[in-house]
């Protein structure tokens, strides 16, 4: 390949711009900054002609001469083809030698899911087979299966049935509650008594009229007066027929005994006074029974008074959904008086017509379905449960899963503490032989075997210790701005002891109830029995007050030393009296909402000026004569200047003379002379205001029905 350059004579430099342009495609290499150019292969030049011309008789370049400018020019535009790298932005090195900083550390913040494990709950029932426990768990197969082989089952195919205390565990495994569904189909179904629950406001005569039906006095035995616990007890009536009554009591802070008494029974009969009508928990039964969808007989209690007033009781249970027989409805209603025992006998007609009408039968033979009513430790025979029995035939002997607990039959005690071989549906009794105590409310459960009562209890309590650390996790508070001002709050460590289970959850529901945003109170420990010298370490510990409600008291030793650690112990008898004992300690230990008050006003009548004062006593001071309206002022306290009604000036007050004398108080009707500090301007008929800081502080509030409350 040939090239031509021709070029006008005498330069040499033109010779290299036309190289640049025309030749510098390929790889040209720059030598030598000399001023020379000459290309050295195989070239011929004719130095006759006009114009230099240039033959290449061989295609490639070797090299050729340029000045250092334009050797710097070509690579800055890139013309050699070579790619220079980029000069970054210079960054300079962290000091390796700097300590780090110190941040707080803030928890990462645990994604929700759209569906938590708490609120699945499946039914299972005797016989279903794993590949439908597969569907309602949503687990796989594989996983189940694995977890029938931990518990020592045998698994030969997906389709094998499963008894329901195998499908629970496997279930609690995979954390998901579950609901026994109990088959009411067997060979022996025969009529039972019906489960009546007595229900309405507290001091209506619901526990006297119980004892008009079977001739005892159990009212009296209250304390207050009051129901306080929940009784289970079979009358037999006047026409031969047996039933089995539930006494709940009216206090408010029973609501949930109220609950289960609902739950567990057939029949609800509502207690109302004559003379003082619907109350705040006649109307929370009236909700119980309709939640548990439980027919509802009402009885019209002190009719023998004088200012009873049926009628009015009437018209109030219609205005709240009752519809009664009188006004065309269904619900039953009968006039009776506890007192003077009239009526009784319609009130037993009432009951077992209702029972013949919903034709009350239950399953006798096969494992026992029962329900806890209460639960208490006793010295002597340990824990013991009140139960009802619901389906099948309790025995002794029999292994038993109640709740988390579980046990082995001992002895089954009737009501009346008589020792029976077994309990038939619808028999109130109280069985022993558990391990440990168990919650009001729970189902009893009869099972196999020693082994598989193990099995489900220790279940049980680690799917209960599981979904408690969870509800803990998700209702943790967020870490509050340290930007906003906080309230100040105080915590109040409890601990509750009572006779009983259920009352015991009573109370600790009543005192969490006392709750408020000045005191927490922390109810860091409940237990059945008196208080012991534990309950006493662990209150020293943390500092907490204890709560003994229908307990024993305790020993000498104990009080002593409880006085020497300033440890609070509350006895009480009364459920109300307990309430207003510890709210007043809450409001005691509240730390108040600091508000600003006037405390006094005053009244300008003439100013002063003090003048030609030296210069260690400052400069002229002019001083305001006032008579104080109401009532008082205080040198301590700031003041506030009001002019025309509007504030001009809030200052402290640097001196306050009565007749030339400095006093700290100036009452209502005298007459003063005051110096606010770094203000001067007073005018004839301004006022003063005396202003102090006020701490106040809640107010425990009881309302007639007996519901408790604190007020900030």
Not at 52 to 76: D, W
Not at 511 to 519: A, M
Request: glycine share 8%; hydrophobic share 40%; aromatic share 4%.
């Amino acid at each position: 390949m040939a090239w031509r350059v021709l070029h006008r004579k005498g330069s040499h430099a033109t010779l290299s711009r036309a190289l640049t342009s025309t030749l510098l495609k390929q790889a040209v290499l720059p030598i030598s900054s000399s001023a020379s150019g000459r290309c050295v292969p195989e070239t011929s030049f004719n130095p006759d002609s006009g114009y230099y011309q240039v033959l290449a008789k061989e295609p490639q370049l070797r090299c050729y001469h340029v000045s250092t400018i334009l050797s710097a020019r070509m690579k800055s535009e890139g013309l050699l083809g070579l790619k220079t790298p980029k000069r970054e932005k210079f960054v300079k090195k962290e000091n390796k030698s700097q300590p780090p900083v110190e941040a707080p550390y803030v928890p990462p913040r645990l994604q929700k899911p759209t569906k938590s494990l708490l609120d699945k709950t499946i039914d299972i029932f005797e016989g279903m087979t794993i590949l439908e426990l597969s569907k309602r768990t949503g687990e796989s197969l594989s996983t189940l299966q694995g977890i029938l082989v931990n518990v020592g089952e045998k698994v030969d195919s997906e389709f094998d049935p499963l008894s329901v205390d195998v499908a629970e565990l496997v279930a609690m495994e995979v954390g998901i509650n579950v609901r026994r569904l109990h088959s009411t189909e067997g060979e022996e179904i025969l009529p039972r008594p019906p489960v009546v629950t007595v229900m309405g406001h507290v001091d209506h005569g619901k526990t006297s009229l119980l004892d008009s039906l079977r001739q005892t006095s159990v009212a009296a035995r209250e304390a207050g007066g009051i129901t306080q616990h929940l009784g289970a007890f079979v009358v037999a009536m006047q026409s031969g027929a047996a039933i089995t009554f539930l006494d709940t009591p009216g206090h408010a802070a029973f609501s949930a005994m109220r609950a289960r008494g609902a739950a567990v029974t057939d029949i609800v009969v509502l207690v109302v006074a004559a003379d003082d009508g619907v109350m705040p928990q006649t109307l929370e039964a009236v909700a119980h029974a309709k939640a548990a969808k439980v027919p509802i007989v009402v009885a019209i209690n002190k009719c023998d008074k004088p200012a009873a007033d049926p009628e009015r009781v009437k018209l109030q249970l219609a205005s709240e959904g009752l519809l009664l027989e009188d006004m065309g409805g269904d619900v039953q209603v009968v006039q009776v008086s506890a007192a003077k025992k009239t009526g009784l006998d319609d009130l037993e007609e009432c009951l077992l017509l209702q029972a013949e009408m919903m034709d009350l039968k239950a399953r006798v033979d096969g494992p026992a379905q029962a329900y806890v009513v209460e639960a208490r430790l006793d010295r002597g025979r340990g824990p013991l449960a009140t139960a009802i029995v619901k389906a099948g035939t309790l025995l002794c002997g029999q292994h038993v899963v109640v709740g988390s607990e579980w046990g082995r039959i001992r002895a089954i005690r009737d009501m009346s503490g008589k020792l029976t071989e077994k309990a038939k549906p619808a028999m109130p009794v109280e069985i022993e032989g558990l391990k440990g105590l168990p919650m009001a409310g729970d189902d009893i459960v009869v099972v196999e075997c020693e082994e598989r009562a193990r099995m489900l209890s220790a279940g049980r309590k680690r799917k209960f210790e599981k979904d408690r650390l969870m509800k803990i996790s998700e209702g943790r508070a967020e870490i509050p701005d340290s930007s906003e001002e906080a309230p100040k709050w105080v915590e109040m460590p409890v601990i509750v002891k009572a006779d009983v289970q259920g009352t015991v959850q009573a109370v600790t529901d009543a005192l969490r109830s006392l709750n408020s945003p000045q005191v927490f109170v922390n109810v860091v420990h409940v237990g059945v029995g008196p208080i012991s010298q534990s309950d006493l370490d662990l209150a020293k510990a943390c500092g907490a007050c204890i709560v003994g409600f229908n307990v024993k008291s305790p020993a000498s030793s104990i009080t002593l030393e409880a006085t020497q650690a300033s440890i609070k112990i509350f006895l009480h008898r009364v459920i109300y009296r307990l309430l207003e004992d510890v709210g007043n300690l809450i409001v005691e230990k509240a730390p108040g909402t600091s508000e600003t008050h006037v405390a006094g006003e005053a009244e300008v009548l003439n100013i002063f000026e003090l003048k030609g004062r030296s210069k260690a006593k400052g400069a002229d001071v002019r001083i305001a004569g006032c008579r104080v309206l109401d009532g008082y002022v205080t040198r301590s306290s700031i003041m506030r200047l009001l002019r025309s009604g509007e504030i001009l000036f809030e200052g402290s007050c640097t001196s306050l003379k009565r007749e030339k004398q400095d006093v700290d108080t100036v009452k209502k009707g005298n007459e003063c002379g005051l110096v606010i500090r770094d203000w001067d301007d007073f005018q004839v008929g301004d006022v003063i205001q005396c202003l102090e800081q006020v701490v106040r502080k809640p107010k425990f509030i009881s309302s007639e029905s007996g519901a408790v409350r604190i007020e900030c």
